[in-house]
């Protein structure tokens, strides 16, 4: 049996298991307000110019159905 077949037959505690998420949050390095802020411009902006790509694509191969089959 290989080491993954007996960590996979043995079930760790759910006590253990919280204790151990508690743990490996405590490593995290949570983002500033400021941080969070400047990515919600940076994922707005860019949710933005994909939109108007997309849109702009579709009205393009729109008016161009309208012309060839229109």
């Not at 204790?19 to 390095?29: N, P």
């Not at 802020?37 to 994922?43: D, G, I, R, S």
């Not at 902006?45 to 159905?65: K, N, P, R, T």
Request: net charge positive; charged share 15%; aromatic share 12%.
């Amino acid at each position: 049996m290989s080491d993954r077949d007996k960590s996979a037959a043995t079930r760790t505690p759910p006590v253990t298991f919280i204790r151990q998420v508690i743990a490996e949050l405590r490593k995290v390095v949570w983002p500033t307000r400021p941080m969070v802020a400047q990515y919600f411009v940076v994922v707005l902006v860019f949710v933005l110019v994909m939109m108007a790509i997309v849109a702009g694509l579709d009205f393009g191969f729109g008016q161009l159905m309208f012309k060839i089959f229109g």
